[in-house]
């Protein structure tokens, strides 16, 4: 697929749309401003819920958990998940109550309506490491996007997403402007919930999950929840629609590929780890926020 000439690029790194600071996949429609400005003046409907991550933090995984609480159906959501970053804004006029809305894009970006009706909000992230290798092999898959002076080696992918930018900025950048959305917002219902939780023990996240947003509890639908999105049932049934496999170079769907806790060992030396440790010793001094590494 022909790349969307950039507005803005780095000498050596991904081909951005560039708006207000911030290094948007080029997939985001038309002009960046006035994206922005359709997605913050998003018309209102009522119970609807937003789920916030950064790419590769398990973004489909965790709308699915929420697409089955909010319906009420153990039914895997298929071809609904659309982000706000990358559709028309009349796309989400035309979807049924009640609506899920996804994001990857910072608090000042969501839908205005949101903070002020209070909606329920989920963020979900996931430690930095196991992140930062999801994405680099998914952009090697991906049939979407553009690189420059990106060849898709991994030491390469790795100076972007600690010491330069990669979509969104940075991992360190967007959870901690989450978390200060949340601190600076504490009359807003916002959940968050880490990737490795939902790994370590998914019915109790489900749970919590189904808690926060008031949906229904009944023990065996949230079993039946819980069961559907391991990731196995889960991957198995999204890569038979073919609705994914589709926006990959190999017919392989780009958002399922191990689904645990951890594989950054494979691919990380001991001295990157060493130094990822560090920047992130660095960037999130002083947040409180636990994310693991390991199980
Ligand atoms: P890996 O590449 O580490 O396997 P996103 O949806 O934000 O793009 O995140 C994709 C990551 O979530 C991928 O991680 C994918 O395999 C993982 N994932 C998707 N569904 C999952 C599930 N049901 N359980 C665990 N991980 C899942």
Not at 53 to 72: C, E, I, R
Not at 99 to 104: D, E, G, N
Not at 107 to 122: G, L, N, R, T, W
Request: with cysteine.
């Amino acid at each position: 697929m022909e790349h969307e000439k950039a507005e803005s690029t780095d000498e050596k790194g991904i081909i951005s749309k560039y708006y207000d600071g911030i290094h948007f996949p080029t997939l985001v429609p038309g002009d960046v401003k006035d994206h922005l400005n359709a997605v913050k003046n998003l018309k209102h409907r009522e119970c609807d819920i937003l789920l916030g991550a950064f790419p590769k933090s398990g973004t489909h995984w965790a709308f699915d958990v929420l697409y089955m609480l909010q319906t009420g159906k153990a039914e895997y959501s298929f071809d609904k998940i659309i982000a706000l970053d990358f559709e028309p804004t009349e796309k989400f006029d035309a979807l049924d109550s009640p609506r899920v809305l996804v994001t990857h894009f910072y608090p000042q970006h969501i839908p205005k309506y949101m903070v002020d009706e209070k909606c329920k909000i989920v963020y979900i992230y996931r430690n930095p490491k196991d992140t930062a290798v999801s994405a680099h092999l998914f952009l090697q898959r991906f049939d979407m996007v553009g690189f420059l002076g990106y060849d898709g080696e991994w030491e390469q992918y790795l100076e972007l997403f600690t010491k330069k930018h990669v979509y969104y900025n940075s991992w360190f950048d967007h959870v901690k402007s989450w978390m200060e959305f949340k601190k600076t917002n504490p009359h807003l219902p916002i959940l968050f919930m880490s990737y490795e939780d939902m790994k370590r023990d998914l019915r109790s996240c489900v749970q919590v999950i189904a808690e926060h947003l008031g949906s229904k509890q009944d023990p065996e639908f949230l079993d039946q929840v819980a069961d559907k999105c391991q990731f196995s049932p889960m991957s198995k049934a999204k890569t038979a629609d073919k609705t994914e496999t589709a926006m990959s170079k190999d017919g392989s769907n780009p958002f399922y590929r191990k689904g645990v806790v951890g594989d950054w060992k494979n691919m990380f030396t001991v001295a990157q780890s060493e130094m990822l440790d560090k920047v992130v010793e660095d960037k999130m001094a002083g947040i409180d926020l636990n994310f693991k590494y390991t199980l």
